[in-house]
């Protein structure tokens, strides 16, 4: 469309005055049998990931038993209550090929991107919830949303490429006030009036969007990519106007909360808990208010600097220089932190489970990722390296069941994830990442 | 340089025996004509496309605005990551994710809303409109073109201010608001990633044929990011556009004018807190069992000390670089007071630590021993790094992933951070990496995790003896002396100077010697920062553009030549 035109349009369009309609309210929400909303469109399908630091005590984590009823052992005794809706995935391989084994690194970096970075700085590819979002993030006002519990804005496991990270929201106030804040248009709200300055913001965008073609000058190809990928951005931008200026699909488990306190910094195990049952307070609502389709909960980094109260170890540091107790068969302070990592697991999948949407709850529509960036982190070990899922996507996958992977690559369920959310890749994964096979245990 | 020291050192030796006085007569001449060797002549730096950093837009936008608004809107940048020692280096290199766009839109939208706002038109709008209900295209016009200019930091083409002023009105209309208008016109400036980007601009060099230099506007925006670290003012545009940025007279004048403004001091402070990776304590906290001194507030009063310790010692004082690592001025606040086990009065007061006092130095103040430490204990290594790292531009290799800690384990509970070192380094693969952090950090274990002093850990008297590559000592003042003296810290503070003056990593293949051309010249002027300000800015390396090279191709450069600069310091 050239310029004149589309501006044509656009004022034509801005022509019309700001139109208010009366909705129904409350009693009309869902379908009959509460399995869509009521417009006809089906209650919309979510990816989420989750991450832990530093991996796990073998001996004590991964349980005997493999496939439904699976043992709880004592490190992740406190699943129990939401046993029945995760899956645990062990003996599942990340392989590193020709790269180096990089410390707290390669092994996040393979789950979420399928390749193995070449180095610590290295982030090759795009992460799994960006392709994710590129499919079905489209829809919402956030394409994604990232939070982090650790308080730090350079902790995220989310990278559209090397240089461009997803940074999380790490102030429970901050995250509240850019979801609900001046632009948060509420689904549930009786009328709706489109902001003629929305229309406004798009038609002045497209005179951005024209003087800024004019910036190719001798620019390097780096340099290059980073404009277009701003004049990308720019482009979201107009699509996210667009749902401004739409009302909303009503959904009955918007309810906006008042606004939170904020929090200290600091990474004291009770202090990162708190943090991360308030993060993740918010990014449900921002689900259920359908603020986006695609939400990263990043509960502590891969060097974890998380710590016990009154033990003279951060949690890295201890993975290293605590001794593995025989009896116990695990490092008993380690093994304390991986507990309350694992605490905070089921916090979040009991959550999204407790979270009503229709006649189900949200984790019924959704599917969370969840890994962590070792297996046993004292030596920096990635064979076999820990994965969750939490959710059935909708009646699509089965839950409640421990997966064997007897050694094949942990990206067959990111390529599951992939399938699931409908992008249709033949395969995920570089060299012997690489995989076309999904785990066709879980699928119902 | 060294090779020079070296032979003044065997003429004095000579001279001492009376019989080459005439020699060394030479050697001071030639050693004061160095002072004034040239710039070598192929000196020149690349054109880079830098993000703003956070806090260069909000700097931009209070002074254009003022700091309510400023301080009201959270800068929209993403963090950067650290590339060759700077945060500000990243953003040669970080992209902008969708994301983040969306958040810039918003803070636009913000800080437009604000600007015309009843507190706030009278004074931020050149004119009035003729009716505040519709459109005047002739105020907004005006207003566009003089905000435009300071945002853009160039002049706008006529067409580009038609275009916004065709939103502004369009938006009027629609709103029958003349100041709404203006806010949506605002609005799509403040997006332009030519606001959010630092876009370098080449033009031929008219006094070297065939070479390339900035263009005016680039200059003054390199200029101005280096020295105030924010957009340039009003008389540095008015300078590039009459040409006069390009003589000679027209530079020094300007570069004159930058360093006796008091925006310098908001300048150096943010080079230093980048340089010192004062960014740690945004996320930095101690534990309150083990420290219960130590809050929030008294991590950001220990980061302000150290700032404010280089501010007086290098821009108010004027005094040698070098002495920053030993002197003994600083300045007290109340909870730094409890925690250095001073007594102090309210407020900001200078105070010099006595002679007897273990505090000399940056490496002393509370600052550097919290922030590389852990949260629960000291850490000699991460202070040792840290030293390296941060002020003598050192890379320190990261641990191989297969290290075996069984020997530490075996070894029970010992009471001391050198102890525990020493059982760890019965590992070859350990000791290698430690040999280059501990024993200088080791030096610091006089101060616990939270910086303050202690004589003993659990009991067992401490032992500060150490070296710092080849100068043995016995104390902290020892530590204190040999890094004052080291000969890599200044070339460092040059090295980090020029990266951050222009825009992104020093290449080594490059720059080696017009590096070593400013090391000279700074060592010369007495290692005042003043005087290398002055020669960074005026040089030809800042303002010339080398050709052909790419932004990877610098990284590239800046890593692959640290291993070798560490083995020769091992050596």
Redesign the interface.
């Known amino acids: 469309m050239s310029k004149i035109s589309r501006r044509r349009f656009l ?1 034509g369009t ?1 022509n019309g005055s700001a139109v208010t309609v009366a909705l129904p309210f409350l009693n009309c929400f869902l379908n009959e049998n509460g399995t869509a909303l009521a417009s006809g469109a089906p209650i919309p399908m979510r990816f989420g990931t989750w991450s832990w630091g530093l991996g796990m005590s073998e001996a004590i984590f991964v349980p005997k038993k493999t496939g439904p009823n699976f043992d709880l052992p004592l490190e992740i005794a406190s699943l129990a209550p939401v046993q029945e809706h995760i899956n645990l995935y062990t003996n599942f391989h990340v392989f590193k090929d020709a790269a ?4 707290h690194h390669s092994g996040w970096v393979i789950l979420r991107s399928g390749i193995a970075p070449m180095t ?2 290295n982030r090759p590819g795009e992460t799994i919830d960006v392709t994710v979002a590129r499919k079905i993030g489209n829809n919402t006002r ?5 939070a982090t519990a ?5 902790d995220s496991f989310s990278y ?2 090397g ?5 999380p929201e790490w102030s429970p106030l ?1 995250f509240y006030q ?1 979801l609900f804040g ?2 948060f248009q509420d689904p549930n709200a009786e009328g709706f009036t489109p902001d ?2 929305v ?3 798009k ?3 497209s ?2 969007l ?3 073609k004019k ?1 190719n ?7 290059r ?3 277009d ?6 482009r ?2 107009e699509r ?1 106007f667009d749902l401004q200026m739409q009302k909303p699909d009503p959904r009955e488990a918007c309810i906006v909360t008042d606004k939170p306190e904020d929090l ?5 195990a009770y202090l990162v808990s708190k943090r991360h049952r308030m993060m993740t307070d918010l990014m449900l609502m921002a689900i259920a208010c359908d603020q986006t389709r695609v939400f990263n909960m990043f509960y502590a980094s891969a060097f974890s ?1 998380t ?1 016990k ?6 949690h890295h ?1 201890a993975t ?5 107790d025989e009896e116990l068969q695990c490092q008993p302070n380690v093994s304390w932190y991986t507990r309350r990592a694992m605490d905070e697991w089921a916090y979040y999948v009991q959550a999204l489970a407790d979270f009503r949407e229709g006649d189900g709850s949200l984790l019924d529509h959704s599917f969370i990722y969840a890994n962590t960036d070792q297996s046993f982190a ?3 070990g990635i064979e076999g390296i820990p994965m969750f899922s939490a959710g059935n996507a909708g009646g699509r996958i089965k839950t409640g069941m421990h997966i064997d992977g007897g050694g094949s690559p942990g990206c067959r369920l990111g390529y599951t994830a992939l399938r699931l959310m409908g992008v249709e890749v033949p395969s995920w994964g570089d060299k012997s990442n690489n995989t076309s096979s999904e785990i066709s245990e879980i699928l119902a | 340089m060294l090779i020079l020291s070296q032979k003044i050192q065997h003429v004095f030796k000579a001279a001492k025996s009376g019989r080459y006085l005439v020699v060394l007569i030479t050697i001071f001449a030639f050693s004061g004509c160095s002072r004034e060797a040239p710039e070598p002549s192929g000196s020149a730096s690349p054109l880079r496309v830098r993000l703003l950093t956070g806090e260069q837009y909000s700097n931009t936008i209070g002074h254009i605005f003022g700091a309510d608004i400023s301080g009201s809107v959270m800068a929209p940048l993403p963090p950067l990551a650290r590339t060759d020692g700077l945060l500000a280096s990243g953003a040669a290199f970080v992209g902008v994710t969708s994301d983040q766009v969306q958040q810039i839109q918003q803070a636009a939208a913000s800080i437009a809303a604000k600007v015309v706002d009843e507190y706030h038109r009278d004074f931020l709008l050149p004119c009035e409109p003729v009716s505040k209900t519709e459109a005047d295209a002739a105020c907004a016009a005006e207003f566009l073109r003089q905000t435009g200019r300071l945002l853009y930091r160039r002049p706008m083409a006529e067409s580009e201010v038609s275009d916004l002023v065709n939103v502004a009105n369009t938006a009027a209309e629609k709103t029958e608001d003349f100041y709404a208008g203006l806010s949506m016109a605002l609005e799509g400036l403040l997006i332009s990633p030519e606001v959010v980007f630092i876009i370098d601009v080449a033009e031929a060099d008219p006094n070297r044929p065939g070479e390339e230099r900035l263009d005016a506007y680039s200059l003054a925006s390199r200029l101005s990011f280096f020295l105030w670290n924010s957009a340039p003012d009003d008389a540095l545009l008015l300078a590039a556009e009459s040409g006069e940025l390009h003589t000679d007279a027209g530079l020094t004048q300007a570069v004159d004018r930058m360093l006796a403004s008091s925006r310098i001091e908001e300048g150096m402070r943010a080079f230093f807190d980048d340089m010192m990776a004062f960014d740690e304590f945004d996320s930095l906290a101690k534990d309150p069992v083990i420290y219960p001194m130590v809050t929030g507030a008294t991590l950001a009063d220990a980061r302000e000390q150290t700032l404010r310790t280089v501010i007086d010692h290098l821009l108010t004082r004027q005094l040698d670089y070098r002495d920053l690592f030993t002197t003994r001025e600083t300045f007290m606040s109340m909870s730094l007071g409890a925690l250095y086990g001073v007594p102090t009065t309210n407020g900001w007061v200078p105070y010099q630590f006595p002679e007897d006092s273990p505090r000399s130095g940056l490496l002393t103040q509370v600052s550097f021993l919290a922030a590389h430490s852990h949260a629960v204990r000291s850490s000699p290594t991460l202070r040792g790094k840290a030293l390296r790292e941060l002020f003598l531009c050192q890379k320190v290799p990261p641990p191989p992933p297969d290290v075996d800690f069984s020997a530490l384990e075996d070894a029970g509970d010992v009471p001391t951070a050198r102890e525990r070192l020493k059982v760890h380094n019965t590992n070859p693969s350990c000791a290698g990496c430690h040999l280059i952090t501990d024993p200088m950090g080791l030096s610091l274990e006089n101060f616990d995790g939270a910086g303050r002093y202690r004589e003993t850990e659990d009991g067992a008297v401490l032992d500060i003896r150490g070296e710092l590559d080849g100068t043995v000592y016995d104390d902290i003042q020892g530590l204190t002396v040999a890094m004052r003296n080291h000969p890599k810290l200044s070339a460092c503070l040059v090295n980090r100077l020029y990266a951050y003056g222009t825009g992104g990593p020093v290449s080594l293949r490059y720059d080696r010697d017009v590096l070593a051309y400013f090391t000279e010249r700074f060592a010369a002027n007495g290692y005042r920062l003043s005087e290398l300000l002055h020669d960074i800015a005026l040089s030809q390396a800042f303002t010339a553009v080398r050709q052909g090279e790419t932004s990877n191709q610098t990284v590239a450069d800046a890593t692959g030549l640290i291993p070798s600069q560490i083995a020769q310091n091992h050596q």
Do not use: W
């Open positions: 004022k801005l180096p084994n990089l410390c610590s700085e956030f394409r994604s949303l990232s650790t308080g730090d804005v350079r559209e490429n240089n461009s990270v997803n940074a901050r850019r001046t632009d003629p300055r229309m406004i913001r038609s002045s965008l005179v951005v024209d003087d800024t910036l000058r001798e620019l390097g190809t780096e340099d990519a980073r404009l990928q701003y004049f990308t951005g720019l979201d931008l996210r200290p910094t600091g990474l004291d600097a710590t109260p009154g033990y003279d170890k951060p540091t290293h220089e605590e001794a593995v004292k030596i920096h």
